[in-house]
């Protein structure tokens, strides 16, 4: 029998130490990749709330240019086409709210959220009003409180979501 070698103990070392860098380096993959997952979640989640603020301020924007519309049109019937496109929008805009109140919100967005909410609350108040103006064929004062009234509340609504497509 031959006895042991010196090296040995050296390539045995050499191993465990081999062994634990690749065991590292398994775990610091796992740990990067997990990382990068939760990242591009992150990132996903920011794009779908830019992307639904987008839609509703796009969405109230042109409820409020189909109102002037409406208001500005003699013709009865296209003046009614108008308003039901105005109504349809209402719904439209339900929809992508749903969407992006299902994301969750920390608590800026949350209160950006609600100051905008409030500002929504009005300009919708006075924008049924101003359709039940219209409806009534009493376009003068129509164009009147679009004027007086909608557009201070529009343009206030308009930097509220300007906000909060900034956060």
Do not use: C
Not at 109 to 118: K, Q
Not at 126 to 154: N, S, T, V, Y
């Amino acid at each position: 029998m031959r006895a042991p070698s010196a090296l040995v103990p050296v390539v045995a070392g050499f191993s465990v130490i081999l062994l634990l860098l690749l065991a590292v380096t398994a775990i610091g993959v796992t740990h990067i990749r997990h990382l990068s997952n939760q990242l591009a979640a992150i990132v996903s989640e920011r794009n779908q709330k830019a992307e639904f603020a987008v839609a509703m301020h796009g969405l109230h924007e042109a409820r409020y240019q189909s109102l002037m519309l409406a208001s500005s049109l003699d013709d009865p019937f296209l003046r009614d086409e108008e308003m039901m496109r105005f109504s349809r929008m209402a719904g439209d805009f339900i929809q992508v709210r749903d969407r992006f109140l299902a994301l969750p919100l920390d608590a800026d967005e949350l209160g950006l959220w609600n100051e905008t909410r409030g500002e929504v609350r009005l300009v919708e108040k006075h924008a049924g009003q101003i359709f039940d103006l219209l409806r009534r064929d009493a376009l003068e004062a129509a164009r009147g409180k679009i004027r007086q009234e909608l557009r201070p509340l529009q343009q206030r609504m308009m930097q509220g979501w300007a906000r909060l497509l900034d956060m």
